[in-house]
């Protein structure tokens, strides 16, 4: 009986270790990356490897129990789900270390893949410890140059990168691709994919010419070994379309992307994240080019194809809803944006946690929706929640959290608070120097959200002084024609103009007509917004012929583009009723100004800031004519909605507070008599 008992658990013993090496085998086909239909195949034998992984360690041998871990966190990982892929990467580490030892080779790859999943859920220090321990551990046992000392170098770099330490991240990207080079000679594939990892980098910095450089390089570099029709070029052709389009150059960028979807299509068919990411930058260009229809096609498009291969709720698809909402707000379609934008939130707190970065980003684009609606109460907290994530998790001094700053400084400038705002926008500015330097993009930008403070306290020497600055920063970084260079030129004339100096608003508003329509095309918000300035300038020359021709068809661009209820519509119709009222076309002007005020009411809501300045509007427009109680309700309407919401002190509220004042005097003045 003994002997039947001792057979019969060797053959347990056997058929577990059959189970066990099965299982490991099937483990260790599980590719890296996988795809909704391979998720779909594998989930029967997930359950498997997770027993195996469980309760079978004993059964594994040295050279394949560290698959089931690797394949799990892979599987996991792979559906945005990081924080059970980090147990499987940190459970496969403790293993190892148990069985190997502490500084076993396995270590150093366990802890790069666990700095990989760590990275995914945004925790930013603890990724990079990890990186640096499997760094240690690479060169430890490997020696300085070896193929995955390189590699893990050029992870550390990416997140480095992404952490803001831009030098660091250089040096290691120099570094990999040096030893690249020198152990696999200056062709091999590795150098070209760094190539590309530095030319993000050098694009970051603003170091444009070297950017580009090493685009074309790791292009010609990739394209000399696997051919014209391979993912990686397509990858670094979509790389170089988003350089081209962060440069203006428009037309160049879209061969470009059109060119690396080309490519992905052949190689991956219509369906594929690859292809999904593709249509999804495709989309960015043509919302920046007012192509809204075909934006939205394409958004929709990678939104369902990133569904179909991830499912509803994976992070991937929370970034491409945030930017459909992006096209919504571009467009006026509040309403749309806000739920849109609610749907990526929900999505992140469930996958990524209270305190990724991703979360605080969308968090910041719902409270720049807030502000553009008037809802101040609501951005404000919005802006706050997302700094503290992002100062946490990157550091006080990293951009992104200057960019937050940036944005709280143009939510207190709508608010008047123009110290505030001038306190957040030199702070954003100051950290964007040391990120940066001083000749950079991005520098320039918050330069001129700075003077657009001065200018807003009507301070037009100091704006003007800071928006030449701006101007020549521009064509010194991006040329003398690229749209961030007409920008300036509009914002220069408006100070021009704002000195009564309409001479020199002039020739600064055609100029930047000129860019702005060979960048743009002439059927466009941007174009119209600028022939409304340059219009303006005519009405105070008294040109009215060509004001009213400016303000028609900057009127007739935007109601074409954006449709009739977009906010740039009653401001340009504004213009129209302001132009009317100085030719004493009187029944004109307040037809428009009421149509003003009344879609002004229905796109923005009744308590909308912009409504105040109707209010006003309106309100001194009856009070010239001597309609002294209409006007005396419109400014007490206007006066009741500026106190609530941008306080006593603004200068909408000192203006109804003042109209309203003026009119209740007039109104109990005796008139003159017949013979005075």
Not at 245 to 266: C, H, K, N, P, T
Not at 353 to 358: F, L, P, R, V
Not at 627 to 635: E, R, S, T
Request: glycine share 6%; net charge negative.
């Amino acid at each position: 009986m003994l002997l039947v008992e001792v057979k019969q658990n060797i053959e347990a013993e056997q058929l577990k270790g059959a189970f066990v090496t099965t299982i490991a085998a099937q483990a260790s086909t599980i590719p890296k990356s996988v795809n909704r239909q391979q998720i779909a195949v594998l989930t029967p034998v997930i359950p498997h490897i997770i027993e195996t992984a469980n309760y079978f360690q004993d059964w594994l041998t040295d050279d394949d129990f560290i698959y089931p871990f690797n394949s799990l966190g892979n599987f996991y990982e792979a559906q945005g789900e990081f924080t059970e892929a980090s147990r499987w990467h940190r459970q496969c580490l403790d293993i190892v270390r148990h069985r190997l030892g502490n500084d076993h080779l396995e270590a150093a790859s366990c802890l790069n893949n666990l700095a990989a999943s760590t990275q995914a859920q945004g925790r930013f220090h603890e990724a990079e410890l990890l990186y640096r321990q499997a760094l240690a551990l690479y060169i430890q046992n490997l020696g300085q140059d070896h193929f995955y000392v390189a590699v893990c170098s050029n992870n550390l770099a990416v997140l480095r990168q992404y952490q803001g330490d831009l030098a660091e991240a250089e040096h290691l990207f120099l570094q990999a691709k040096d030893q690249f080079i020198t152990l696999l000679g200056e062709e091999h594939p590795k150098v070209g994919t760094t190539l590309n990892n530095l030319g993000d980098l050098y694009q970051t910095q603003g170091r444009y010419a070297e950017a580009q450089d090493c685009y074309l390089q790791a292009l010609g570099n990739i394209a000399r070994n696997f051919g014209e029709q391979y993912p990686t070029v397509a990858t670094i052709l979509n790389n170089l379309a988003v350089f081209y389009r962060a440069q203006g150059a428009y037309e160049e960028s879209e061969q470009l992307f059109l060119q690396s979807l080309e490519i992905s299509r052949g190689l991956l068919g219509d369906e594929h994240p690859s292809i999904a990411a593709n249509l999804n930058n495709l989309a960015n260009l043509y919302k920046l080019q007012s192509r809204y229809g075909e934006a939205e096609e394409l958004y929709q498009q990678a939104i369902a194809q990133h569904r179909r291969f991830f499912g509803e709720t994976h992070p991937t698809v929370a970034l491409n809803l945030n930017n459909l909402a992006e096209l919504y707000v571009a467009q006026g379609r509040y309403g749309e944006a806000e739920p849109v934008y609610q749907q990526a939130i929900a999505i992140q707190q469930q996958t990524l946690g209270e305190q990724h970065t991703d979360l605080a980003i969308s968090w910041n684009n719902l409270a720049k929706l807030y502000d553009l609606q008037g809802h101040y109460s609501e951005a404000e907290p919005l802006y706050l929640q997302s700094l503290a994530v992002l100062q946490q998790q990157l550091g006080q001094d990293h951009p992104d959290v200057a960019v937050l700053l940036n944005n709280l400084g143009e939510l207190y400038r709508l608010q008047g608070d123009y110290q505030k705002a001038e306190d957040h926008y030199q702070q954003a500015l100051n950290r964007f120097k040391v990120a940066f330097g001083d000749a950079h993009p991005i520098v320039a930008l918050c330069q001129s959200n700075l003077a657009g403070v001065y200018y807003a306290q009507e301070q037009y020497d100091q704006a003007e002084a800071l928006f030449i600055d701006v101007l020549e920063l521009r064509k010194q970084l991006l040329g003398e024609n690229h749209i961030e260079v007409a920008y300036s030129f509009n914002n220069l004339a408006s100070v021009y103009w704002a000195k009564k100096e309409s001479d020199r608003a002039e020739p600064l508003y055609l100029k930047a007509l000129e860019i702005f329509t060979v960048c743009l095309g002439r059927q466009h918000p941007v174009i119209a917004a600028n022939l409304g300035n340059l219009g303006n300038v005519y009405a105070n020359q008294k040109r009215y012929a060509e004001a009213e021709q400016a303000f028609t068809e900057a009127l007739a661009i935007a109601q074409q583009e954006l449709g009739e209820h977009h906010p740039q519509i009653p401001q340009l119709l504004n213009n129209l009723a302001s132009l009317y009222y100085h030719q004493r076309r009187y029944e004109e002007a307040e037809s428009l100004y009421l149509q003003v005020l009344t879609l002004k009411q229905q796109i923005l809501g009744h308590d909308h800031p912009d409504v105040v300045l109707s209010l006003n509007n309106l309100a001194f427009f009856y009070q010239v004519q001597g309609h002294y109680p209409k006007a005396a309700v419109l400014y007490s309407e206007a006066l009741a909605i500026a106190d609530r919401k941008l306080g006593a002190d603004h200068s909408h509220t000192m203006m109804a507070r003042k109209g309203l004042e003026k009119v209740q005097s007039l109104q109990f003045q005796p008139l003159p008599s017949q013979g005075e």
